[in-house]
């Protein structure tokens, strides 16, 4: 599995939401749908009647990131209405392993978030149940944040943890992924990468999403300790 680029529809316009997925259709991997609550996190975005009208309309899968009070109660219905990765946090789910089990069953990729300050170790026993890890490189909430460098050893942490137990498991990254960041993140190990401004704040959001792509490939095939060549 290689690089791969999950545009966020957080920082699209979301009065023509059909349309900004079109726009990169032909460039990006997956389009990466912020679901928030006003209560897990101080902002809300939208639920699952948006999705599912989503989902009939985009040509690349639906990437859902459950930032929700009760991630126990929706996942589910996500990866039931078609969404084909579902993301829930682990300072959130009271029962992960039981959600993570049921997204897997509707057919979509169970996924785990974790937020700055929450440590990779603690989740590790998890591990067998997810086929993605999201770190989040921004207090989750609201698109346009700073990226925190303080994850970045987290990064290296989790992919040397993912590699221990020689799972396939993906490692994501979420918030202020831009050309600026993104080969850190991948150096550090993230193969899949959220970037919201930094695609939908272009002129041409297809070309910055190839722009982002070759710039987390190059450094993938870098000489760099933590780069996936040396893996």
Request: with cysteine; aromatic share 6%.
């Amino acid at each position: 599995m290689g690089i791969q680029i999950s545009p966020s529809i957080l920082s699209a316009d979301f009065a023509r939401l059909a349309d900004e997925i079109g726009r990169i259709s032909d460039a990006a991997d997956w389009v990466h749908v912020d679901v928030m609550d006003n209560h897990f996190v101080p902002n809300l975005t939208l639920g699952l009647p948006i999705v599912e009208a989503l989902l009939k309309h985009s040509a690349i899968p639906v990437d859902c990131h459950l930032m929700i009070e009760d991630p126990d109660r929706w996942a589910p219905a996500y990866a039931e209405a078609g969404a084909k990765s579902v993301t829930i946090h682990a300072e959130a789910a009271r029962a992960p392993v039981r959600t993570l089990r049921q997204i897997r069953s509707a057919g979509a990729r169970a996924s785990l978030a974790l937020n700055p300050a929450t440590s990779i170790e603690q989740y590790e026993d998890l591990f067998p149940e997810v086929d993605m890890i999201l770190l989040m490189t921004v207090e989750p909430g609201f698109g346009g944040q700073k990226f925190l460098d303080m994850v970045l050893p987290k990064v290296r942490r989790t992919r040397e943890l993912i590699k221990g137990r020689d799972l396939d498991i993906w490692l994501q990254v979420d918030g202020g992924v831009s050309a600026e960041t993104i080969e850190r993140c991948a150096e550090a190990g993230a193969d899949v990468f959220v970037a919201g401004n930094a695609v939908y704040g272009a002129e041409d959001p297809a070309e910055a999403v190839r722009s982002l792509r070759a710039l987390a490939e190059k450094a993938t095939h870098s000489d760099q300790p933590f780069g996936f060549g040396n893996r």
